[in-house]
């Protein structure tokens, strides 16, 4: 606490309460990236995906942590029978895709928080949800759910054929 407070200090300007409590969650959320995926420096990744130092590296979603650039576990995944091979997961590239379309940062797409990440994402609960999300097939039996004021509850219409 007294190192938080010497850097709060430290600072010339006001900092508002806001501001402090946005910092603190950020890397509240950084630590549970690192904690639960993992969190790779550039030499993990060539590393892992078994790349040499005149290979391009690849376009992943990356943060700032602990004054570095970081490249989160969960876009990688085992090669089935590759004794500890990895690779770069199928969705990334479209996700990355959509990401350079939308105008969002790598922190928009990675962060799990529902303040700090795209409206689209509010649904998934983390990036393990969105490699299902990303990599299923369009389900052609839709249906809509309306509001039945009458019992005070959803109610479902079948969609299209």
């Keep these: 606490m007294a190192a938080l407070t010497n850097v709060i200090e430290s600072f010339e300007t006001k900092i508002s309460p806001q501001?402090?409590?946005a910092v603190a969650a950020t890397v509240l959320v950084k630590r549970e990236i690192a904690k639960e995926y993992g969190l790779l420096t550039e030499a993990d990744v060539r590393r892992s995906l078994a790349l040499t130092a005149e290979s391009e590296f690849p376009d992943l979603f990356s943060i700032p942590y602990r004054k570095q650039i970081h490249f989160p576990g969960f876009q990688l995944e085992a090669?089935?029978?590759?004794?500890?091979?990895?690779?770069?997961r199928p969705f990334i590239s479209r996700l990355k895709k959509l990401a350079?379309?939308?105008s969002w940062t790598d922190e928009d797409v990675v962060f799990p928080s529902?303040?700090?990440r795209p409206t689209w994402a509010m649904n998934f609960p983390s990036p393990?949800?969105?490699s299902r999300a990303m990599t299923r097939k369009p389900c052609s039996g839709l249906s809509?759910?309306?509001w039945r004021s009458s019992g005070n509850h959803f109610e479902t219409e079948p969609g299209p054929p």
Excluded: N
């Design 19 to 21: 501001l402090a409590r």
């Design 79 to 88: 090669v089935v029978g590759g004794a500890g091979a990895q690779r770069i």
């Design 100 to 102: 350079l379309e939308r």
């Design 114 to 116: 529902s303040v700090q």
């Design 128 to 130: 393990r949800i969105w």
């Design 144 to 146: 809509r759910r309306r």
